[in-house]
């Protein structure tokens, strides 16, 4: 399970869209979003750059935290 | 030409959504969405009450002004 800092989520079309990212590079992930606090977790067998980068693909700012 | 006060927009997911939501009463409504002002400008033949149904059916508050 990582924890990602995210930038730019402002609603729940923001949520959904970084939820979908995620899980259009690994379908099988698990997202939950905290859209107040701008955190992602994801639990995930793909490495975190590459959840990172599908993020930013998005269009919104994302950063492992741990 | 009306032009609606829409509360609760806040990116650009949310732009498509209201646009959207206003071209399944009428696809041929012309929508132009003002973000930052809360403001959706829609040159359609359907009444404004239906035009803030269609809105507030998407999740907005919306109040025709015009």
């Given at each position: 399970?990582?924890?990602?800092?995210?930038?730019?989520?402002?609603?729940?079309h923001c949520?959904?869209?970084?939820?979908?990212?995620?899980?259009?590079?690994?379908?099988?992930?698990?997202?939950?979003?905290?859209?107040?606090?701008?955190?992602?977790?994801?639990?995930s067998t793909?490495?975190?750059?590459?959840?990172?980068r599908a993020?930013?693909?998005?269009?919104?700012?994302?950063?492992?935290?741990?």
């Open positions: 399970m990582t924890t990602y800092d995210v930038k730019g989520m402002t609603c729940g949520v959904r869209a970084v939820t979908a990212a995620v899980q259009q590079v690994d379908a099988q992930a698990r997202v939950e979003v905290d859209l107040a606090a701008g955190k992602v977790q994801v639990d793909m490495p975190a750059p590459a959840i990172e993020i930013a693909e998005a269009g919104y700012e994302a950063k492992a935290l741990s």
